[in-house]
T-cell receptor
Framework: DTEVTQTPKHLVMGMTNKKSLKCEQHMGHRAMYWYKQKAKKPPELMFVYSYEKLSINESVPSRFSPECPNSSLLNLHLHALQPEDSALYLC???????????????FGPGTRLTVL | KNQVEQSPQSLIILEGKNCTLQCNYTVSPFSNLRWYKQDTGRGPVSLTIMTFSENTKSNGRYTATLDADTKQSSLHITASQLSDSASYICVVNRGSTLGRLYFGRGTQLTVWP
């Protein structure tokens, strides 16, 4: 199984709502990532988890809160978002740090988020 | 400054024709370079990954080349198909730091029948 799954596929939320994005992989990867991608732009790294611990936070606003409950799951909790946060949110995973030089990130299909 | 530049920004070709996409980078130190295909609204899918010592790597109709001296890579698509219509993104991995990938803006390829 070389698949990263994400739910939901589409999400529309108001600025006062609280919602969560979910990501799951069963490849035994110990590094998982959240990216944000605006239209016609490359993905921008948000967070990196390594062995279920937050390794990198690219100065993301606190209205985005990541969580890694176990080695297969990665969540992104959303609260009080702004319309400019509307984007495609991509989850990815890769093998451990020791294999980073030759490893490949596997991306999920993304969640299309619209903030009204 | 670590950058990845791709050209052309967009390209239209007829089905069955070949095409070549370009990627220039200034990322240092260099670890590896990947080409991804991204369909609209979907996540990127890896096509090839090349390290410093590799010059050419093929994946079916896709052939990537790398010149680490000039910091240039190309992706050649042979006998294009309608399903090749997508954005092709060049991504460079800097050093061995987890997660430090530098993305190009992509080349939007459209294949017409």
């Amino acid at each position: 199984d070389t698949e990263v799954t994400q739910t939901p596929k589409h999400l529309v939320m108001g600025m006062t709502n609280k919602k969560s994005l979910k990501c799951e992989q069963h490849m035994g990867h110990r590094a998982m990532y959240w990216y944000k991608q605006k239209a016609k732009k490359p993905p921008e790294l948000m967070f990196v988890y390594s062995y279920e611990k937050l390794s990198i936070n690219e100065s993301v606003p606190s209205r985005f809160s990541p969580e890694c409950p176990n080695s297969s799951l990665l969540n992104l909790h959303l609260h009080a978002l702004q319309p400019e946060d509307s984007a495609l949110y991509l989850c990815a995973s890769s093998q451990t740090k020791q294999e980073i030089t030759t490893g490949t990130q596997y991306f999920g299909p993304g969640t299309r988020l619209t903030v009204l | 400054k670590n950058q990845v530049e791709q050209s052309p920004q967009s390209l239209i070709i007829l089905e069955g024709k070949n095409c070549t996409l370009q990627c220039n980078y200034t990322v240092s130190p260099f670890s590896n370079l990947r080409w991804y295909k991204q369909d609209t609204g979907r996540g990127p899918v890896s096509l090839t990954i090349m390290t410093f010592s590799e010059n050419t790597k093929s994946n079916g109709r896709y052939t990537a080349t790398l010149d680490a001296d000039t910091k240039q890579s190309s992706l050649h698509i042979t006998a294009s198909q309608l399903s090749d219509s997508a954005s092709y993104i060049c991504v460079v991995n800097r050093g061995s730091t987890l997660g430090r990938l530098y993305f190009g803006r992509g080349t939007q390829l459209t294949v017409w029948p």
